[in-house]
């Protein structure tokens, strides 16, 4: 006679592989079975490999199209988490306004590097809707963009003849990267890259340099929990020391203001930066350090 043991192998076995064949994989068939009565979305059974590739919104939008039903919606499975793909931009403007979607699973590096305390990730609610008010009276103003217009367009044109004269070509990449530190450091920290310092410039690519690595590396930890304990890839522990070394550039700077703005008395003029706005915030709306800090460095990387 069987052991209970190895009954419950066996019952374990066959859920795993009536789940492995379940539309959309392992994730959606152990949410369906919590028995919500909603319509399964079509999607492939089984593992899937397509993300893996160079390409892997060619190689969905593909699979949508290949898989019956799967045209406007399709499920799969990564792990344990549970993903859909729009290939319609009437179902992909649904899920961008629905409110369902408003909140979604934090990456592990986005989580160490504190995007969870920024507006792209942070919970739906009070908190969210806070920095979205912020954004859009400060970083977003359309008078801010538009002072910084001129001032981008003639850093811009120098950046030009400066390459042309030394080399006698112009690295576009290069330039626009440059170009595009440049002007969120001085709209939002009221500093150009030319203020820095070689040093700083050098340690501040490094660090955003690092920070889109981190962000875009796959990470097995946050799809299987069991992976996540070992850190397999090594992303906690990258994340948490660039996350160190973030806090103590970022609130430099905000030291720094915060001596300007002690120096005038708490005065401000209108001309701030984006720091010197969440300095001045008061009441309900202002910010802890910490998360002005997360608010800034997401700032540098958006």
Same mark, same amino acid.
């Not at 052991?3 to 066996?10: G, K, V, Y």
């Not at 409110?99 to 969210?128: N, T």
């Not at 002007?183 to 030319?194: E, I, K, P, R």
């Not at 299987?224 to 700077?253: T, Y």
């Given at each position: ?34 028995g ?23 190689? $969905? ?34 899920? $961008? ?24 990730? %942070? ?14 009276a ?33 690295g ?18 009221g ?6 310092? %070689? ?6 690519? /490094? ?25 397999v890839? =090594? ?19 905000? /030291?720094e ?8 008395? =708490? =005065?401000?003029? =209108? ?10 915030? /008061?009441? /309900? ?12 460095w ?5």
């Amino acid at each position: 006679m069987a052991s209970p043991l190895h009954a419950c192998l066996l019952l374990a076995l066959l859920f795993l592989a009536l789940a492995f064949f379940h539309p959309g994989g392992v994730a959606w068939a152990l949410s369906s079975s919590g028995g919500h009565g909603a319509a399964a979305i079509p999607g492939p059974r089984g593992v899937l490999l397509a993300f893996a590739g160079p390409n892997p919104h060619r190689a $969905l939008a593909s699979l949508a199209a290949s898989t019956r039903g799967a045209t406007r919606l399709m499920a799969f499975s990564v792990g344990l988490t549970q993903f859909v793909v729009a290939s319609h931009p009437d179902t992909a403007r649904e899920i $961008l306004a629905g409110a369902a979607f408003a909140d979604r699973p934090v990456k592990e590096a986005a989580a160490e590097l504190m995007f969870h305390r920024a507006m792209g990730f %942070a919970p739906h609610g009070g908190y969210w809707r806070r920095l979205r008010r912020l954004a859009s009276a400060h970083a977003l103003a359309p008078g801010r963009l538009a002072a910084r217009r001129r001032a981008i367009g003639e850093e811009t044109v120098r950046r030009v003849a400066a390459a042309m004269a030394r080399d006698g070509a112009v690295g576009v990449s290069r330039l626009l990267h440059l170009a595009s530190l440049d002007n969120v450091m001085a709209s939002v920290f009221g500093v150009g890259l030319g203020e820095l310092g %070689a040093g700083a410039v050098s340690e501040l690519e /490094e660090m955003v340099g690092q920070g889109y690595e981190l962000l875009g590396t796959f990470n097995w930890g946050d799809h299987l929990p069991l992976l996540r304990l070992l850190d397999v890839h =090594g992303v906690r522990r990258k994340s948490r020391a660039l996350a160190s070394r973030v806090k103590v550039f970022v609130s430099k700077i905000i /030291e720094e203001h915060q001596t300007r703005r002690d120096a005038k008395y =708490g =005065g401000c003029d =209108g001309d701030g930066d984006f720091v010197d706005a969440l300095l001045g915030l /008061e009441g /309900e709306e202002r910010l802890e350090e910490e998360d002005m800090v997360a608010v800034l460095w997401v700032s540098t990387l958006i």
